[in-house]
Structure formats: C-alpha cells, structure tokens
C-alpha cells in the first residue's frame, strides 16, 4: 500500500451537527445508550476533521441551536484563533446573522431562546466566515427543481401509501407560502398536510430539505465531509464537493494502532501535535485506500445494478461550464457524483425527465476537462462505460452560427439553435492535403434514427404551434438570472468583407417567432479550429451546407460510431466565427440549448 | 398456530445502528401493548479504544448474543426489522440485518419488516413472506395477540379437557 505523508484535506463541512438531524437520531431521547453514542460519533468525527483537515467547517446555526455541537466544539477553543475551524452563515457579522435568525423562529420556539442567550453574550466562538450563497434561497431552488424533475415519483417509491390530493400545488407553492420563516420540517410539513401524513413520507421530506440544506454549504465551500458514520448514517446521500473522511475506516485503524484513547482524549494542543504524527498518517491513509477501494466496488455494483448508473440510457456531454451549468438548471439534475478512481472524466449528475408518454428517462450529464475532438470523444467512451445502458449521447452547447442572408431559410442568426440533420457532423480537418489541393475524406456519420425522429417530431408539433423549448428557455432564464437572457436584437450584428467590411442587414423573416429562437436542421461542420475565418465558414457552407461550426461533434460522432449508439449534436449559435466573435450571446445560447435537449429527451420513447 | 411449549413470546428488533433511536422507539411502543421485546446492544463507546482483537471478541460475543435471542425456540415470536431509508437506499437492509433475517428464517420465526420491502432482496424476502409493515406497527401488534389468543384459549381448553 502506498503511504503519502502527510495527507491533508482542504475542507471538511461538519453536517452531522445539524439540530433537525441530531433530533431524528435521538439525541433529546431520554435513552442514555443513544445520546452517550451519539455524542461519543460526534466528537469523534469533529476530532478526525480537525486532524485531516486544514478547515472544518460547522454551520453557525448548529454552534448556536445544539447543546451538542456547541459543547463538542468548544473543546477546541484554544484553536479559534489559528482560523481551524470556522462557523459559517449568511451576514457580514454573527451580529447580523444572529439578528437574521431571530426573524425567521418564534420567540418560544427552542432556536429563539437559544438566540436570544448567545445575543446576551456573545464572547467566544470560531471566527465567521460569511456566505455568498443563502441556504433559504438554496433549499427553496432544489424544492421547486425537484417538483420538476421526478420527485413526487421517488417520494412514493417503493411505498403503499399515496400523496395527497393537490400535493404538487402545495409543494410548489410551499417556498413562498413559509413567508420568511426558516426551511425546516417543522414549518414546511403544516403546508403541505391538512392531516397525519405517513411517517416514512415525512421522513423523506425531511431527508430532501437536509440534503438540500448540506448541499448548499458544501458546493459553496468546496468541502468533503464525514461519510460511513454509525449511529449518525443519514437516511439520503450527504452532497459531497471534495474528498470525504470515512468515519468507520479511520476508527478501525486507529483502534489497530491503539490511538483511539489518545485522539478522545487529547487536548486542542496535543490533536494539533498528532497532525503530524506518522502513525496518524499512516491510519489516515490506509482508511482511505481501504474506503476508496471499497466505494469503487460499490460503483461497480452499481454500474451495474443501482438506478441512476443503469437506468440511464441517454447521455449529455457538455464542453463548457456554463454550458454544464445550463443543461443541469433546464434539467434540474442532481448534485454531481464522482466515480472512484484516478484522472479526470469521472463526474455525472443525474437527471430524471418524464417524457410525453408520462415514462421515465433517467439522463446522465457531464462535461468535458477542456474542449475539442479529442477530449470529446475520450468522454464519451468513458460516459458509456461508467453508464453501460446508455444508448443515445447527445452534444448539447455552443457553436458559431453560419449565416446566409441571400438565403432566408438557411440564415442562422445568433440565439438560434442548429441540430445535426441525417447528414451529422462533418469534421473539415479530415483531409488529404495535396500540393495543390485538398481532399475531404471526413467519414460518414449520421444520427440515429431514434433521435432523428424525435427531431421530426418536434418539428411536425412547431408547424401546429407548439415549441415546448421555448418555455424552458423562460423558466431557465428566470431561475439562472438576468445575465442569462437573450441579448437584444441590436447585439446581432454580422459583418461581411476582408478589406472593406460592411454590417449586412438581416432578410426579414415571417418564420421567426420574436425573441425566440429559430430551429434550423443541417450538417455541422466539427474540427479542432476555433474558427474565426468568415471566408472558411461560408467555404464550409457552400461546400457542404453546414449550418453551424464546433469543436466537439465529430469526437462525439466517431465515439458513439465506435461504441454502436447513436449520437445528436444540438447547438445554440452565439457567434459568426469571425474576429467580431464574442461572449455576449454565450449564455442565452447555452441556455436554448440546452432548452431543446429538453424538448428531444422528453419526446424519445422510454 | 402456536405449540404446546409455547408461552408469552417477545420480539427480537435487528436492524442497522443508524436506526437505534428507532428500534428504542418502537420497543417502546410494543412494549405499551404488553410485547416484551429485545434490541441490539449498543456499543458501549469505550470499548471502541480496546485492543483489536479484543474488540473483535466484542463484536462476535454480541452478534452471538443477538443470534441466539432471534433462534431461541421459546422466547421469541419473530423478529422486527427496522428498515428505514439509509444513503439514499429506500428501506435499506444491511449485510449484518440480512444475515438476522435468514437465522429467523432457518428457526421459523415470523419475519416483520418495520418500512417496505427493499429492491435489493425482494426476490428472497418475498419467497419468505417476510411482512412489510408500512411503518404500521398494529399489523404485528394484531397478528401477535391474534396468535398468543389462540394458544391461552388452547391451554384453558386443555384445563377444561382435564375437568370433564
């Protein structure tokens, strides 16, 4: 076994604290065996953090409103000033945030007091580190994405009971209707129930909101945390953004080196002391390998058994973060799961989309470590391995737009979406270079017809007037905000001419609806070249009537040729590929595509 | 139908330790319909510092002890399976709970299953007929004194019997 010394951790995020999750371990139960138990996991667990870890983090709500963690960390107060461990909140002061909380509980409600006892005094605790992200605002985002995304469904899963009658309503409306208070059980389960609900419904709810709740600090802080706890095992997966510590595996070794006492029992001083220690190190490490090793085999069980690895049968690959970021807002996919291992290539987040004939289609994203061809079609043979069931891989994202003003029906403008027709992709650095001449020997490569024909369908349903896409294109624009809207008309400007370039006005066009995209089918030209060559664009539009130019379908296309799947290339077009190429449209063009991938999943029969 | 050897029998709860507070919970509550019952024992923290083999001799010692409670012929109607969603996994079963529901299987105890059937072992839980409760503990409260009412009516019989 490989030893790296000394192993440290960025960020560890201490979850467990959480007052609603201690309370449904049973730490206010008056049964001694389970609060000595509890109590004995959660002191340990903060111990392997601060030992691990340059930061631990703890959520100012649970310093403030457990007796627990308050308890537990004011062990380590002799730290506070070394900046190891840091509450963390929303406000600019704990003043500020304490004032916050205050508004959102009763005045005899437990939290309330317990606020209104530090406010007295106020002397010593970790230093704050404030937040940029609201934990509110976050829990109420995953809530409303969830009720888009299948969770009603897994509410009932598995179970004999059945949700209310206008649960979805009250679900949606829930956010809203908690009128500022916190976004606990307790507040949200009145919303929702007029009478008892059933225990393992409640249970489950409470399990989306902690989730929810964990996931905001982790994804803003980067942070790992605790995993394979005993007493403290959650009901839902903890949303982890960086290594975690396997609680049951560091026990097991240190007990193996007799360190256990030594760790319970040390002071602030003497745990800083052990961060160094080789024996610390070498429990620490062999935790770990023994942890990865077994959550690999975990992953290869559920490659091939669990839901999301199998059920998926459609895959997304993304090149750019806001393109990732796009395609998971209109999907609403969950937080990104990492499959064990080393090198890059390995993050997916699930999303589950009903499509028209009511039926699941459980889709796997993920992106690319850096753009082109080569990593493209690298990913997509990994995407097919990791997901072995996955049938269609559709490219989702950005592409420069090939215009044709003498042609109004072939004049792609900025902010429309281009997909790859019968003919797919044609890659145009495929040639034979003569002295004279060039060859194209770009091979065939064409869709599938599965895909195909939900294109088709899409494009029968616009000519009776309906363009599902264009209400994810709102409700996207709505959720990711302003800076992700459709640029104004007069940002859409294309130019023609080498030495003497003039603004060419666009053909009016009675197809277009306004402020919209328009839907353009047709070959797309795919190369490693980030075109800016108006002379080459419309060279590869007249020689083989491409309608869009990209850097990653025909990596996609020979991928997917390889692995016997079909493929989909689908573009929202934010330049002209020529020196005028900028950003302004990137986001809205991601975002429209990423609007019609939803359009296409939703009409693919499961 | 109970045997003749038969008297007033107690639950054995299993379940993972994730679940503890709930096997207390619902000790308690069968304990109120006058159900004896029996939960795993906690790990006493401080042993979790004692030497590794020692600590192993623990963990055997206690799993022995919860086996035998589970197949003793006399004292134990069947058992409670504490079930609950654990990472994520609906109505989780863990290897060691598995390993209680087979021993009840192999002595014919009545096997309860506290939330609903897993998709892990459904196969081998069905063709078991494991009960799933639904979190509705009456079910096992009325199939128990159901049966304990049937064997105290035989044995007041049985005194009859001898009278005339």
């Known amino acids: 076994m490989l030893i790296k010394f000394p192993i440290t951790y960025d960020r560890i995020f201490l979850h467990f604290f959480d007052i609603h999750f201690l309370e449904l371990k049973g730490v206010n139960k008056e049964a001694k065996s389970i609060k000595q138990n509890i109590e004995y996991e959660c002191r340990m667990a903060t111990r392997f953090a601060i030992l691990a870890a340059n930061e631990v983090l703890v959520p100012a709500a649970s310093f403030f409103e457990s007796e627990v963690c308050h308890r537990i960390i004011s062990e380590f107060e002799e730290l506070y000033s070394f900046g190891i461990i840091h509450l963390v909140g929303g406000g600019t002061s704990l003043f500020e945030y304490i004032d916050d909380k205050l508004t959102q509980y009763a005045s005899s409600s437990h939290q309330a007091k317990r606020y209104h006892a530090h406010q007295k005094r106020l002397h010593s605790h970790p230093p704050f580190l404030t937040r940029n992200n609201s934990a509110s605002y976050d829990i109420s985002k995953g809530w409303l994405d969830g009720a888009e995304n299948g969770i009603f469904d897994k509410l009932a899963q598995g179970s004999k009971f059945h949700l209310p009658a206008n649960f979805k309503n009250k679900w949606i409306k829930a956010p809203e209707n908690l009128g500022g208070q916190a976004f606990i059980m307790p507040h949200i389960e009145p919303l929702l129930f007029e009478s008892a609900a059933p225990p393992t419904l409640l249970n489950r709810i409470s399990g989306i909101i902690n989730e929810e709740y964990f996931k905001s600090f982790t994804s803003e802080f980067s942070s790992g945390v605790l995993t394979e706890l005993c007493y403290l095992a959650a009901n839902h997966l903890i949303p982890s953004y960086g290594p975690n510590l396997p609680y049951k595996d560091i026990l097991n070794e240190l007990r193996k080196n007799n360190l256990i006492q030594q760790i319970h029992s040390a002071t602030a001083a003497e745990l800083m002391q052990m961060k160094t220690n080789a024996i610390f190190q070498q429990s620490l490490s062999a935790a770990i390998s023994r942890y990865e090793e077994r959550t690999a085999n975990i992953i290869m069980e559920i490659s091939q058994t669990s839901e999301d690895f199998t059920a998926a049968k459609i895959g997304i690959i993304t090149a750019l973060p806001k393109e990732f970021a796009a395609v998971c807002a209109v999907l609403g996919c969950g937080a990104p799961i990492s499959v064990p291992g080393s090198g890059a290539g390995r993050r997916y987040s699930f999303a589950r989309i009903q499509n028209r004939e009511g039926k699941e289609h459980v889709v796997a994203v993920t992106f690319l470590t850096d753009m082109g061809n080569n990593s493209a079609a690298l990913r997509a043979q990994l995407l097919k391995t990791h997901c072995v069931n996955v049938q269609h891989i559709i490219m989702t994202g950005i592409a420069g737009a090939v215009p044709n003003p003498s042609k109004v029906s072939d004049h792609v403008r900025l902010g429309d979406i281009v997909v790859s027709n019968r003919e797919g992709v044609i890659q145009y650095d495929f040639n034979k270079e003569h002295l004279d001449k060039i060859e194209h020997r770009n091979p065939p490569r064409p869709p599938s017809a599965s895909l195909l024909e939900a294109v088709q369908l899409l494009q029968s349903q616009e000519l009776l007037g309906q363009r599902p896409w264009d209400e994810y294109i709102d409700r996207a624009v709505h959720k990711l905000g302003e800076k992700w809207q459709r640029p104004s008309n007069d940002k859409d400007i294309l130019k023609i001419g080498l030495d003497t370039i003039e603004e060419v006005k666009h053909p009016n066009d009675a197809e277009r609806k306004a402020g919209y995209p328009r839907i353009f089918l047709g070959p797309i030209a795919s190369a490693n070249i980030l075109l800016k060559n108006p002379v080459k664009r419309d060279y590869l539009r007249d020689t083989f009537g491409v309608k869009a130019v990209e850097m990653e379908g025909a990596g996609i296309a020979d991928a997917t040729w390889n692995s016997e799947i079909g493929y989909l290339v689908i573009r929202g077009t934010c330049d002209y590929c020529n020196s005028d190429k900028g950003d302004d449209w990137q986001l809205y063009a991601s975002v429209i595509a990423a609007s019609y991938t939803r359009a296409i999943i939703e009409a693919m029969p499961a | ?164």
């Open chain 2, 1 to 164: 139908m109970m045997n003749e050897s038969m008297k007033k029998q107690r639950i054995v709860i299993c379940g993972s330790m994730a679940f503890y507070n709930d096997m207390v919970q619902q000790s308690r509550m069968l304990k109120k319909e006058g159900i004896d019952t029996v939960i795993p024992e906690s790990d006493d923290p401080f042993l979790l510092s004692i030497s590794e083999e020692s600590f192993q001799d623990v963990k055997l010692n206690a799993s022995m002890r919860h086996l035998r409670k589970i197949r003793d012929h006399e004292k134990t109607y069947g058992i409670l399976v504490i079930n609950k969603d654990k990472h994520g996994i609906r109505d989780y079963i863990g290897p060691n709970t598995f390993a209680e529901i087979a021993v009840a299987l192999a002595h014919y105890k009545k096997i309860y299953l506290f939330q609903g059937m897993p998709a892990f072992y459904q196969d081998e839980l069905r063709a078991w007929n494991v009960i799933c409760l639904d979190n509705d503990i009456s079910k096992l409260v009325n199939a128990y004194k159901k049966d304990m009412g049937n064997w105290i009516e035989e044995q007041q019989l049985e005194l009859f019997d001898g009278l005339f």
